[in-house]
């Protein structure tokens, strides 16, 4: 069993940063694949970035791609989202996820577990 606790959203504005961390209990944490998803009201959740067990395949969302950097600290159990140059569409509930077959997926059902979700809000 895995337990995912998010931290780090709050409100920011356009331009800004926020790091998001993942901190996750249980074993085996090192090879779990990773996800950090984000969701609208009334949309399904989007795969923003994912990162396999080992840290060599990584993907990022194209609306993200080279603003946002996941990464993940073994020692730690932690995954990060480093979120840059935010926009207001980047505005949603941000989620992690873990799969145990050490790969991400594109989505959201094939993961194993999930974290409760952080509020990332960018005001123009």
């Known amino acids: 069993q895995v337990q995912l606790v998010e931290s780090g959203g709050g409100l920011v504005q356009a331009g800004g940063s926020l790091r998001l961390s993942c901190a996750a209990s249980g074993r085996a944490f090192s090879r779990y694949g990773m996800g950090w998803f984000r969701q609208d009201p009334g949309k399904e959740r989007e795969l923003v970035a994912g990162i396999n067990w080992s840290g060599g395949r990584i993907y990022y969302a194209d609306s993200v791609k080279g603003r946002f950097t996941i990464s993940r600290d073994k020692a730690k159990n932690t995954v990060y989202l480093q979120m840059n140059s935010l926009k207001p569409e980047d505005t949603a509930v941000y989620y992690c996820?873990?799969?145990?077959?050490?790969?991400?997926?594109?989505?959201?059902?094939?993961?194993?577990?999930w974290g409760q979700g952080t509020q990332v809000t960018v005001s123009s």
């Open positions: 996820a873990a799969d145990d077959s050490g790969n991400y997926y594109y989505t959201a059902s094939e993961y194993d577990y």
